[in-house]
């Protein structure tokens, strides 16, 4: 695990209280698709780590997070204040949660920025490494302000037969095509054969795991990250 100095290189507002953040990455950094890094964040007269997981892949040139600005929170008020071009101290990467080898087909479900790593997972897998195995997501937020990255995930749709993806909103404030409810009302039928990846609150992560090992699914195949 390394440590080193980033530079903020792009700051985009991409949904209601979540920005997309690009740092320059190491000449000599390695990582896995769905790995993450700590930042340390100044905080007083101490630092503090704060982790984020990488939505880029290993073949990408920038280090790409997806970050929720939260009220108060010692990270989401560094972020907001960081101007392109600011530098800062990052370590890493860390975490397990990566594609397994084996797995025949992919099935990812996230919640909000619990998006970050499975984007990274997808298009390593679709773009890099030539998976011909099925690859599902299932992508669940709020309401439509808090949608994002769907351009993205259409174009994916478009240039890989084998990826598909559905969008669920738990409270719609419009009429939209995306489905109605929380992701785990739209998991559909599980199959134990299938390897499922699992990110976003801690609350649906339990709960689908739950589901999943109820439908007969090895605990083995059930991988996250909260």
């Known amino acids: 695990m390394n440590q080193f100095l980033t530079k903020l290189s792009?700051?985009?507002v991409i949904a209601d209280n979540v920005v997309e953040l690009h740092f320059t990455r190491p000449d000599d950094m390695q990582f896995q698709a769905g790995q993450f890094m700590q930042f340390l964040i100044p905080d007083g007269?101490?630092?503090t780590p704060r982790s984020y997981s990488i939505a880029s892949t290993p073949k990408?040139?920038?280090l790409v997070f997806c970050v929720k600005l939260l009220d108060n929170g010692l990270a989401s008020t560094h972020f907001q204040n960081m101007n392109e071009g600011d530098e800062i101290e990052a370590k890493g990467p860390m975490g397990r949660f990566v594609c397994n080898e084996e797995a025949t087909t992919h099935v990812f479900i996230a919640t909000g920025a619990g998006l970050a790593p499975i984007m990274g997972m997808i298009r390593d897998e679709l773009e890099n490494k030539q998976?011909?195995?099925g690859i599902e997501l299932l992508f669940g937020v709020r309401a439509e302000?808090?949608?994002?990255?769907t351009d993205k995930l259409d174009a994916l749709t478009n240039d890989h037969a084998n990826f598909s993806y559905k969008l669920c909103l738990s409270q719609p404030e419009g009429e939209s095509k995306a489905l109605t409810g929380r992701v785990t009302a739209h998991l559909g039928d599980i199959d134990p054969s299938k390897h499922y990846?699992?990110?976003g609150s801690g609350a649906m992560v339990m709960e689908v795991r739950?589901?999943?090992t109820e439908?007969?699914?090895?605990a083995k195949k059930i991988h996250f990250e909260i």
């Open 10 to 12: 792009k700051k985009k």
């Open 45 to 47: 007269e101490k630092i």
């Open 60 to 62: 990408d040139g920038d």
């Open 131 to 133: 998976f011909s195995g």
């Open 145 to 149: 302000k808090d949608v994002f990255w």
């Open 197 to 199: 990846y699992l990110c």
């Open 210 to 212: 739950k589901m999943l």
């Open 215 to 218: 439908g007969g699914v090895d």
